[in-house]
């Protein structure tokens, strides 16, 4: 296997928004640097050993961070590993890292697609991706970050039983995702009737896309994924 992809990754995504108030440019710059995960200048990471072999969720475009805050927060015994680009949705997330003083994240902030073949094989529970940008016209669609190969690499770094968890209120983009994992054979929907996709998760709280959409009266879907368990060794007779 190259550690190239074969093209190389463009991004779509904006990494700026406004000028960074005072008290948010400290925190890149004093909170930030203990918080980064260098990855691509050690070319490999081992999410365990990072957190005391303790078990590790990943958050991908995390945005302002309130989901991953919260689920930090509330998951003592987890290392969290938030990924985002936007460097004002970091400085919001650096904001509730330092209130609630969480010690159990790090942070990637660059493109997902980069950080995901760096994992080892099996080395993360859980995944969220929520209210990722849907590219509603066609000719964008190869911009959605739900594709074949990067659910290949999420089905190699999930560990078997492992949870991905996809919401979105774009519809289009709903049937994209479910048809992608659906169609994937490390993938299995965990639904079991209406409510288990028209209702966010008990544990998780609504992120600031997610509740615009809601105020906008837009349903949103909720999705879950288990990755199943891989095959075992052939056994010889
Ligand atoms: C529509 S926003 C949603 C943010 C947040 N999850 C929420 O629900 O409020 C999508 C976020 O995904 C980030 N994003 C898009 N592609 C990404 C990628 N390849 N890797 C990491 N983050 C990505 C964007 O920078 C953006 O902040």
């Not at 993360?124 to 016209?137: C, G």
């Not at 964008?140 to 560990?159: C, G, S």
């Not at 919401?167 to 965990?190: C, I, Q, R």
Request: proline letters at 8%; a positive charge; one cysteine or more.
């Amino acid at each position: 296997m190259t550690a190239e992809p074969a093209e190389p990754l463009r991004w779509f995504g904006r990494r700026h928004g406004r000028p960074l108030r005072p008290g948010r440019a400290r925190l890149i710059e004093a909170v930030l640097p203990a918080l980064t995960l260098d990855l691509l200048a050690a070319g490999r990471l081992d999410p365990a050993s990072l957190f005391a072999g303790r078990d590790v969720w990943l958050e991908i475009g995390f945005g302002a961070g309130e989901h991953l805050a919260a689920q930090a927060k509330a998951n003592p015994d987890i290392g969290f590993i938030g990924c985002e680009p936007f460097v004002n949705g970091v400085a919001s997330l650096l904001a509730a890292v330092e209130r609630d003083g969480l010690a159990n994240l790090r942070l990637f902030t660059d493109d997902a697609r980069l950080l995901l073949p760096l994992l080892p094989e099996a080395s993360i529970a859980r995944v969220f991706v929520l209210f990722s940008d849907p590219w509603p016209k066609a000719r964008h669609w190869k911009r959605r970050f739900i594709q074949i190969p990067v659910l290949d690499e999420l089905a190699r770094v999930m560990r078997d039983g492992a949870e991905f968890r996809f919401a979105s209120d774009h519809k289009g983009y709903v049937n994209w995702t479910l048809e992608h994992a659906l169609g994937h054979p490390a993938f299995s929907w965990m639904a079991e009737g209406p409510k288990d996709w028209r209702e966010r998760p008990a544990d998780a709280i609504a992120t600031r896309y997610e509740t615009k959409a809601l105020r906008q009266a837009v349903s949103c879907v909720y999705l879950r994924f288990t990755r199943q368990a891989r095959p075992g060794p052939s056994r010889s007779p």
